[in-house]
């Protein structure tokens, strides 16, 4: 396991306090403090500054690529999904394309997916002063079921079924595919490659949603499993090992109430896989500060020199 540490640049506050720091964090945040998993801890550590972090230069992106949004009827989730293709710059649609998927925290979906960037702003991106090598980005609804499989909702089977052989026919993931997600979205994007390795090339968490047993999952949102069985079958930390060929980044921050569990997920985790642990809760901060290097990561495995 290959673990980042901090840089030391100098950490910026945001300023937020209060509910203001729930707001950033989106659904994810809202579900925390909603479940009782947050109980004003995202207050006290906006005021202490337990939530600051390096902020990204987000302004400096090149002109972005087209979007294209649309929406298809799901006949894995018994209803119709929204998505949203971003194009990198100086690309059109019909460009064929790595692509990556990204998975949505709980309470957001395919509009919102990403913190603070559009799919095409993302993609346009300067990452340590250049370029992201050009690739696709998808976004799609996935419900609130954490991305696992429930009676007459299943989001895999959207996303391996329907949504990438879409995106196939567009000219987009043919040879490679990453997925990256955040808070709950993290959580699928690790489940998506440890179930389909054979078809994901990298894989990329943020803050990622993870729970160690049933009980832990079910007191803190009940409909994220259908039963402890599901939970057993989609558990991240116990199929692990099935990342052995994946090339993997997780990151998740200090205050993050999650913290815990990704330290025990990422000592499963292959030795080859890329862990930063650093300051940040699981606010917006956080997670649009680990967008820029997740994106690198993945793009270094998916764009072939």
Same mark, same amino acid.
């Not at 997916?113 to 799919?119: D, H, N, Q, T």
């Not at 609804?141 to 954490?146: M, T």
């Not at 895999?156 to 996303?159: F, H, P, T």
């Not at 729970?211 to 832990?216: C, D, L, R, V």
């Given at each position: 396991m290959?673990t980042v540490?901090p /840089? ?10 209060? &509910? ?10 809202v579900?925390?403090?909603?479940r009782?998993?947050?109980?004003g ?11 600051s972090?390096? @902020? ?12 294209? /949004?649309?929406?298809f009827?799901?006949?894995?989730r ?5 998505y949203t ?14 692509l ?8 957001a979906?395919h ?9 095409a ?6 990452? /340590? ?7 696709? *980005?998808?976004?799609v ?6 991305w696992?499989?429930h009676?007459?909702?299943?989001p895999? @089977?959207? *996303?391996t ?8 026919r ?27 390795p054979?078809?994901i /090339?990298a894989?990329?968490a943020?803050?990622p949603?993870i ?7 079910r007191a ?6 259908a039963s402890? @069985? ?7 930390v116990?199929?692990a090992s099935?990342?052995?060929? &994946?090339p ?16 025990i997920? @990422?000592?499963?985790?292959p ?7 650093g300051a940040?809760c699981?606010?917006?901060p956080f997670?649009?500060a680990?967008?820029?290097?997740? *994106? ?7 764009? &072939?020199?």
């Open positions: 290959n540490r /840089s030391r640049r100098r950490v910026l506050g945001y300023g937020l306090a209060g &509910v203001a720091v729930v707001a950033a964090a989106g659904g994810a945040g579900e925390l403090v909603s009782g998993v947050l109980p801890q995202g207050e006290l550590d906006a005021i202490d500054g337990a939530c972090v390096a @902020a990204p230069d987000l302004a400096s992106y090149a002109q972005p690529g087209p979007q294209v /949004s649309g929406a009827y799901s006949r894995a018994n209803q119709s999904v929204g293709i971003g194009y990198p710059p100086g690309h059109r649609p019909g460009a064929r394309l790595p990556v998927v990204m998975l949505h925290a709980y309470g979906n509009t919102n997916a990403l913190s603070g960037l559009s799919p702003q993302a993609l346009a991106l300067r990452v /340590s002063g250049g370029p992201l090598p050009a690739m696709a *980005l998808v976004t609804d996935g419900g609130g079921g954490y696992n499989p009676p007459r909702d299943d895999q @089977a959207m *996303l079924d329907e949504l990438i052989p879409m995106c196939r567009l000219g987009l993931g043919a040879h490679r595919i990453g997925v990256m997600g955040i808070s709950m979205g993290g959580y699928g994007s690790l489940l998506l490659a440890e179930k389909r054979d078809l /090339s894989a990329a943020i803050s949603a729970w160690t047993s049933y009980a832990q999952a803190a949102n009940a409909g994220a499993y402890a @069985a599901d939970f057993a079958a989609d558990d991240a116990t199929h099935a990342l052995a060929q &994946v993997v980044r997780v990151a998740s921050g200090y205050r993050d109430p999650f913290y815990p569990n990704v330290r997920l @990422a000592r499963a985790l030795k080859t896989a890329e862990v930063y642990f940040g699981h606010t917006g997670f649009t680990q967008e820029p290097p997740s *994106l690198a990561f993945l793009a270094r495995h998916l764009v &072939v020199p």
